[in-house]
Structures are given as C-alpha cells and as structure tokens.
C-alpha cells in the first residue's frame, strides 16, 4: 500500500487507511500532514530559520497543522453536550451508567482489570504520547469503584506503581457516562471541572479521552491523553485518539466492522 511500510503491523495500516478515507485524503496525504504538523509542532519557537514561511506554505497546499491555535478545527467540549451545569457533577456512585450491571459485566469479561500491564496496550499508550505530543496517555478502566490503567505511558509517582485512581478524582468516568468524547483545553477555567480535584491540585489541565466501547455500547473505560499545562486540542488530535482507541478496541473486543466507524 503507498505510503505505508510493509513494515507495520496490519492492525495499524488497515486503520491509517481508513483515517485517511474518512478525511478525503490518500494515505499519502494524510501521512505527510501528520509528519508536517508533528516537525512543526517541534521546531515551533526556535530559532530555525525560514519556519514561519514553510508553515504557511503547508497550510497554503492544505497540509493543516495539527496543534496551531489559530485553527477553525479546535475540538468541542463533549463532556456536556446538552449545556453546561453550573455545579459540580455527583459522585460518580449515584451515575447509573458506571453502576449499569450489563456495563461492569462487560468490564469484567476483558479479564484486564487489576491485571499486570501488557506491552500490546503500553505501545499504543506510547503512541498517544508521541502523536498527541504531550507528556501522558493510558487505556485507562472504569469499575464502580476506581479507574485502573491497564497500561499507560508517562505516569510518575504513587499513580506509577498502583496504576489506580479514586473515582472522585477520575476524569475518565465522564467520558464514560457520557459515551462521547470528553476533550478539554484547559480544567482550570472550566464552569464545572475547575474544582475537581485532579484539576485543583494541578494535575491535570488539559484533558482527552475516548470512550472503549463494545459492540453493544458499553463504554468499559477509555483512551485518554493528558497534560500538566493547557493545550488547545484539535479536530485532527481527537481523530488520531479516536483512530487509536479503534486499536485498543480491536485488541479488547475483537475484530470490529471499520465501515461502522465515523
């Protein structure tokens, strides 16, 4: 296939290829302006001479740059599709979507909670990492309990070694519930999440996550990226989570229909 090593693993090339239909591209295009906006997205702020002309020259011939503020694509706010609340959201226990028995059975039939990481999951998480250029990522599950990282990329400290996080501290549960992406610029200055106390103690600013749901709809947990500092997320971040969080479904699930996928 153009543009694409035989190299890669099957699972990889089958969903870049898709990505790339779904944006109207060939895969050719889509891998150049992935690799366009990741060298800009590096070279941003130095001093490399001629920078400023050469990405206009890639927005001129439409090889948009993933991560420019200034862009129309900025990504919506899925965390509250129908208006935002103006209180902070319950505990999660009275949530009947993570209470859902169905939900939990599925979680429990992955067989991956509480389970030692494994290296399939922790390359994807890494993947996260370097496409999204931020300093975290993890498939991370939600129980009626806790949210567990099955695997994930970036994490330091007590989190490192327990992989565990209370539920009143899970920004993950939201996606979840919701069945939609959550994608937040900056938790600070959100009406409702600013309080939060992962928010409040700094660490988490910016936030994605894409729920990991399965064939009948029960979102198990999610794929979800995060950042220390604000950072204005795109249409283009969202899509490259959203084509990742495909892998770790297939990975979860088993095969699954990509012409279902939009």
Not at 123 to 137: E, F
């Amino acid at each position: 296939m153009s543009g694409i090593s035989p190299t890669v693993d099957p699972t990889i090339t089958e969903v870049l290829s898709h990505a790339a239909r779904s944006a109207g591209e060939g895969v050719d295009v889509y891998i150049g302006r992935a690799v366009a906006a990741r060298l800009a997205a590096d070279l941003l702020g130095s001093d490399v001479p001629g920078l400023a002309a050469a990405v206009t020259a890639l927005k001129r011939d439409g090889l948009a740059v993933v991560g420019d503020a200034a862009s129309d694509d900025a990504a919506p706010d899925g965390l509250f599709p129908d208006g935002q609340p103006t209180s902070t959201p319950p505990a999660i226990a009275t949530d009947p979507v993570i209470r859902d028995p169905d939900r939990l059975r599925a979680l429990s039939d992955t067989g991956l909670m509480d389970t030692r990481a494994d290296a399939a999951y922790d390359r994807i998480a890494q993947m996260a990492v370097d496409a999204l250029d931020v300093p975290s990522a993890g498939v991370s599950l939600v129980s009626d309990e806790k949210q567990w990282f099955c695997s994930a990329a970036g994490l330091s400290g007590d989190l490192a070694e327990t992989r565990t996080v209370p539920l009143d501290r899970s920004l993950c549960q939201y996606a979840v519930s919701a069945g939609s992406p959550l994608v937040i610029d900056d938790a600070r200055t959100h009406p409702t999440l600013k309080d939060h106390p992962i928010v409040a103690d700094g660490t988490v600013v910016a936030y994605a996550g894409v729920p990991l749901t399965d064939a009948a709809g029960n979102a198990i947990g999610t794929l979800c990226a995060w950042d220390g500092k604000p950072k204005p997320w795109t249409a283009g971040h969202v899509q490259i989570l959203e084509d990742l969080a495909t892998i770790v479904r297939e990975q979860t699930f088993g095969p699954i229909d990509l012409g279902d996928m939009s």
